[in-house]
């Protein structure tokens, strides 16, 4: 029977190649995309769901579906105060698992981002480690947390100190060897492979950083 898979973060740039990857997917039937603006385009496949998602419990009984994959993420420059940064980052991944917990969904899979910790002193690694903590206490069956380096590709926003630093990556990458490879950069179309893997097969990690998400890109077998 085909899946109904949900998306947060639709709009982003990981968000929107997973839409594109699995509206060519024949396993989906349909892709239901929770946001606070629309995607733009018309498709058969797709449910869109346009509220403020600060608040989603409040369409709890629109959050139905087979798997849901979490894109979401904020930047210091789009939003510095730390507050409501905690409230994009921490609180919509957690609030999704929560609806997952709800609703029976077992499968759930989130972006996070390497070097997450709950223990660590910058406010960005400490948002995201604590985000991972709380997703896992839920204990959703199906759970992944994919921990990425540097994503690189071309954002629809300006972000020009992401924008240096990706092309200091491209420099870098190679120097990366051994134990150090997991800091390289990596594009958003190969997160996504994983992603969709995961959602179809068994992987007995919950916790997935870079160099990890490249080898379970390259099974293929999605």
């Known amino acids: 029977m085909a899946k109904t898979a949900i998306i947060l973060g639709a709009t982003g740039l990981t968000g929107r190649i997973l839409l594109d990857s699995l509206l060519d997917d024949n396993r989906y039937s349909k892709i239901k995309l929770f946001s606070r603006k629309t995607i733009g385009i018309s498709h058969p496949k797709i449910e869109e769901h346009l509220i403020n998602m600060l608040q989603l419990k409040t369409v709890a009984s629109d959050f139905i579906g087979d798997e849901v994959f979490c894109c979401i993420g904020t930047t210091n420059a789009k939003t510095p105060d730390k507050g409501l940064y905690r409230t994009i980052d921490y609180g919509i991944p957690v609030t999704a698992a929560q609806l997952c917990k709800q609703n029976n969904i077992k ?3 989130v972006i996070s981002a390497l070097g997450a910790d709950p223990k660590s002193r910058v406010f960005y690694n400490l ?6 903590e709380t997703v896992l206490s839920l204990e959703i069956p199906k759970t992944h947390i994919l921990q990425p380096s540097l994503i690189s590709g071309k954002r629809d926003e300006k972000r020009t100190g992401e924008y240096f ?3 200091l990556m491209k420099v870098i990458n190679p120097l990366l060897l051994g134990s150090l490879k997991k800091y390289r950069s990596i594009h958003p179309e190969t997160i996504v492979s994983a992603m969709i893997w995961l959602a179809n ?3 007995n990690s919950k916790r997935i950083v870079s160099d990890e998400i490249k080898v379970i890109h390259t099974k293929k077998s999605i």
């Open 107 to 109: 499968t759930f899979i």
């Open 127 to 132: 948002t995201k480690g604590e985000m991972e």
């Open 165 to 167: 630093f990706k092309q």
């Open 201 to 203: 097969n068994e992987f």
